[in-house]
């Protein structure tokens, strides 16, 4: 090179490491790149590579504490760095899961934003050979009573909705919460299930040297530019501009996408299969070059284009949906192009393997990017100083004395109307949660949702569970408990657990106080899944959920967030939640305590977020588990309800709703002597399941639950059309109408979605 393009290449790289941050990239990371290569990177390549080092794609903040986790275990037969976990169910099946954020791209545009996260997740699932049959939802938004919530909420939901009914996957299942901390930042995460034989498992690879790169789906559009980027980002004030980032789906040619795929998959016509997710063809050809340690050419001249005068740097950034690369052996091309035009879709021979280890990008028959592959799939990993913020040590610190409400009943009346707690039917009616005719029980008949498997025995269960105001006091504990409370959920239907997949939202976490939240909830996870025998096969981080308000910065809470799935030996035994029969005896398996640190309670009758998280006894919570899930699936009981947010009295509350069936249970069973009645009631000790039978079944309950060595007590009787609590201190009885309860319950959320 002479000595003036030399001086122009040196200048142009100034120019570039100078504007660093529009490619996602610090300066230091620039020069890392710039070293890597033997020279500075042009614009297209350091987009490129800020893409892959970004957050969202190269998990640069968080992949050292991901390494901390359980991620094998005899049931797992595809771990972590895949598209998505899969399990074996026995018998030549298995279960391909994931769960994913779109939380950026629906604060700015809810609708899409959370339509185009349902249509990634099932890519995610059909890229692995299995069909889709199942999405579930975990959402966190602002207090219910904003405008802004309500826009929100109302966006997300529609969004979700026309996505999936159009699609033909039911939603099955989900989480929904509110909080302050919430309010510009909604989480939008997103899991899907898909069934599949063990043989057809497949891989994101390129394979070996020759084959070939098939894109195939959606044209590509401008929609989606910078989405990686965007989604590692903090909002701010103007985050509106970032429209642009989020993308636009079309949920009838996902189907098609959908179909071709699977059908290729059955015929044995592809070496490897890859979702066109975040960084769109960058982050799926770089990956699968990585996976197989090759290189790649790439023409992106040949890539279908759905607007004129789009240049690499638009075509290799480009978020479109709807897209996948399929990789061919020489030789295969005809039938694989002939299944592909049966579903009348594009597609587009776009690459070839190389034996070299780069990813080249050529236009006009030039190379406009060269970048090293194992460079660029593997951004520098930091592990940051971190302290905890001393006002969050001094809230769990205090321990909570609320003065007593003179009336039980009305404070149950509020907690089962609060936002959080109260049914969530109004946003799932919107669902087609029956679509393929494989959902067991409707959402919200059950703590964990379950599905049959056409022609086989069993069944799976899966759910979705968090609970950031715990996290926010404690973080290892809010993430110990929301795998507790997943676990029992599977259990209290009578699925065994099989696997975890998280989706973790935090905040920035170059900010100490985050990062240390973290590095707690990570190891949270870490100590429940192992002592629940949960691996975790896969999940989503989404940093910088963090925003400005004028000159203060403001982050979520530290929102760890657990999908579980679980297989049901034998489909039609399972467990509901709403007692079925008057004169059935309830038992509350487990014990109490007189906490009330963490609790709704306190946060919704007392405006107080403070005390230590209930301890959870991880030993014991298997055992409950493991003796309720014997007792469903020995055809004991089908009644059974996890003691989760509200404590126990809510909990009952929850089961006489769907059958107009009351109950009437000693408040203090269960709990340690001495116990005021508000703990009793509504504390939140982990490890309790509510069960229900017949009388008749007592003797056979009992003699399992002595043998499994559980803490249980009788708790009551069912029947009448009132919820009944018998409270010994004060000596006196407590009752509301099953009617009156239930309205209560079924209001908030109507309201909100009618106004919004």
């Known amino acids: 090179m002479s000595g003036e393009r030399v001086h122009a290449a040196a200048a142009a790289g100034s120019d570039l490491r100078a504007r660093a941050s529009e490619f996602g990239l610090t300066a230091d990371e620039f020069d890392r790149i710039a070293a890597g290569m033997g020279r500075a990177p042009n614009a297209l390549e350091a987009a490129m590579a800020g893409a892959l080092w970004s957050e969202h794609c190269g998990y640069k903040n968080s992949r050292p504490l991901l390494r901390r986790l359980p991620t094998e275990g005899p049931q797992v037969l595809q771990g972590p760095g895949e598209n998505a976990g899969v399990v074996d169910l026995g018998?030549?099946?298995?279960?391909?899961?994931?769960?994913?954020?779109?939380?950026?791209?629906?604060?700015v545009e809810p609708v899409q934003g959370a339509a185009t996260g349902v249509g990634g997740i099932l890519r995610d699932i059909f890229a692995m050979g299995a069909r889709p049959i199942a999405v579930l939802d975990s959402l966190r938004f602002g207090p219910l009573e904003h405008p802004r919530t309500r826009y929100l909420l109302h966006g997300v939901v529609e969004g979700i909705a026309s996505y999936g009914n159009a699609v033909g996957v039911p939603t099955v299942g989900g989480d929904l919460a509110f909080h302050p901390g919430y309010l510009e930042n909604p989480l939008v995460n997103v899991m899907a299930l898909g069934v599949l034989r063990t043989e057809e498992l497949q891989s994101g690879t390129v394979g070996a040297p020759g084959n070939r790169l098939l894109y195939v789906?959606?044209?590509?559009?401008?929609?989606?530019?910078?989405?990686?980027?965007f989604a590692s980002?903090?909002?701010?004030?103007?985050?509106s501009e970032d429209r642009p980032a989020v993308q636009v789906g079309d949920p009838f040619l996902e189907k098609q996408l959908l179909e071709a795929t699977l059908a290729v998959t059955a015929a044995g016509v592809a070496v490897g299969v890859q979702d066109m997710g975040a960084a769109g063809l960058t982050s799926s050809v770089a990956e699968m070059a990585h996976r197989a340690g090759r290189g790649v050419d790439l023409?992106?001249?040949?890539?279908?284009?759905?607007e004129r005068g789009m240049t690499p740097f638009e075509v290799m950034l480009s978020e479109s949906q709807e897209r996948m690369v399929l990789t061919v052996e020489p030789g295969r091309e005809e039938e694989v192009v002939a299944?592909?035009?049966?579903?009348?879709?594009?597609h587009a021979w776009i690459g070839t393997v190389e034996d070299h280890d780069a990813f080249r990008v050529l236009s006009g028959g030039r190379v406009v990017a060269d970048l090293p592959v194992a460079l660029v799939n593997e951004p520098p990993a930091y592990e940051r100083d971190h302290h905890e913020d001393p006002a969050v040590a001094a809230a769990r610190a205090r321990r909570p004395d609320p003065q007593l409400p003179d009336d039980p009943g009305a404070v149950l009346e509020a907690l089962v109307a609060a936002p959080g707690l109260a049914s969530t039917e109004p946003i799932w009616r919107?669902?087609?949660?029956?679509?393929?005719?494989?959902?067991v029980v409707a959402p919200g008949a059950a703590d964990a949702a379950v599905l049959r498997i056409k022609g086989a025995r069993q069944g799976v269960a899966a759910t979705v569970d968090a609970n950031p105001?715990?996290?926010?006091l404690d973080p290892y504990a809010g993430a110990v408990l929301s795998v507790a409370e997943a676990y029992r959920n599977l259990s209290s239907v009578g699925a065994e657990p099989l696997g975890v997949t998280d989706n973790l939202n935090f905040g920035n976490p170059e900010r100490p106080t985050v990062y240390h939240q973290m590095v707690r909830a990570v190891d949270g996870l870490r100590d429940a899944c192992a002592a629940l025998g949960t691996p975790v096969t896969g999940g989503n981080v989404s940093l910088y959920n963090q925003w400005r308000d004028g000159d203060v910065d403001r982050a979520i809470p530290p929102s760890p967030t657990v999908g579980m799935v679980g297989v049901l030996p034998d489909v039609r035994r399972h467990a509901t939640l709403g007692l079925k029969r008057a004169g059935d005896r309830l038992w509350l398996v487990g014990e109490g305590t007189d906490e009330l640190g963490g609790s709704a309670y306190?946060?919704?009758?007392?405006?107080?977020?403070?005390?230590?998280?209930?301890?959870?006894?991880?030993?014991?919570?298997?055992?409950v588990g493991t003796v309720v899930r014997r007792l469903i699936q020995d055809g004991f009981i089908d009644t059974a309800h996890d003691v989760g947010e509200g404590g126990l009295a809510v909990a009952v509350a929850e089961m006489t709703f769907p059958n107009d069936v009351g109950a009437a249970i000693d408040a203090s069973a269960g709990a340690p002597t001495g116990t005021r009645w508000d703990a009793a009631l509504f504390g939140e000790a982990p490890g309790r399941i509510v069960i229900a039978a017949p009388p008749d079944r007592s003797d056979a309950i009992e003699a399992a639950l002595r043998t499994a060595g559980v803490p249980w007590s009788v708790l009551g009787r069912a029947g009448g059309d009132a919820l009944v609590l018998r409270l010994t201190d004060p000596d006196r009885t407590v009752r509301r109408p099953v009617a009156r309860l239930r309205s209560a319950h079924e209001a908030p959320i109507e309201e909100a979605l009618r106004d919004g």
């Open 91 to 107: 018998d030549g099946l298995a279960l391909a899961f994931k769960m994913e954020s779109h939380n950026h791209p629906s604060a």
């Open 217 to 229: 789906g959606s044209r590509t559009g401008r929609d989606g530019l910078g989405g990686a980027v």
């Open 233 to 239: 980002a903090d909002l701010h004030g103007g985050s």
């Open 299 to 306: 023409d992106v001249d040949a890539v279908p284009r759905r």
């Open 339 to 346: 299944i592909l035009d049966r579903y009348e879709l594009d």
């Open 430 to 439: 919107q669902f087609d949660h029956q679509v393929r005719t494989d959902t």
């Open 469 to 472: 105001r715990l996290a926010s």
């Open 602 to 623: 306190l946060a919704h009758l007392h405006g107080l977020e403070e005390g230590a998280p209930p301890a959870c006894d991880l030993a014991r919570e298997a055992a």
